[in-house]
């Protein structure tokens, strides 16, 4: 996999990621963490339930504003330790032209566990 071409893969294995949207229910500092970081609780609905993670996403963020806010994450990643912190889902975004995280997030409010098509 190169940075301009990217390995190909099937739609089936895009099917095995599950992206899905929730909403931030509580966002907090996360000053352990040897790269700045926010953790975050996300309600992704009642099917899969309150996740948790840590996002390097402090360029545009504060645990304040991300409250409320909604958010797509791969939900089907197994947990990851960060620090003293257990990782559930991979928050998703896209770098700035500073390297600033930006999450990807829908433009009008959507069912929380709604999955990414």
Do not use: C
């Not at 790269?35 to 504060?62: C, M, N, R």
Request: proline content about 9%; hydrophobic content about 40%; charged content about 25%.
């Amino acid at each position: 996999m190169t940075k301009d071409k990217p390995a190909e893969i099937t739609f089936d294995d895009f099917l095995k990621v599950d992206i899905r949207v929730g909403t931030v229910i509580k966002a907090e500092p996360y000053p352990e963490a040897r790269v700045p970081a926010i953790k975050l609780w996300i309600d992704f609905g009642p099917d899969i339930g309150e996740k948790k993670t840590s996002a390097q996403i402090t360029a545009h963020y504060t645990p304040e504003i991300l409250v409320g806010q909604q958010v797509a994450a791969v939900v089907n990643f197994p947990p990851r330790q960060i620090g003293k912190f257990m990782s559930e889902v991979l928050t998703l975004g896209f770098s700035d032209e500073n390297g600033g995280i930006v999450l990807v997030q829908p433009k009008q409010p959507v069912p929380n566990g709604s999955r990414l098509h």
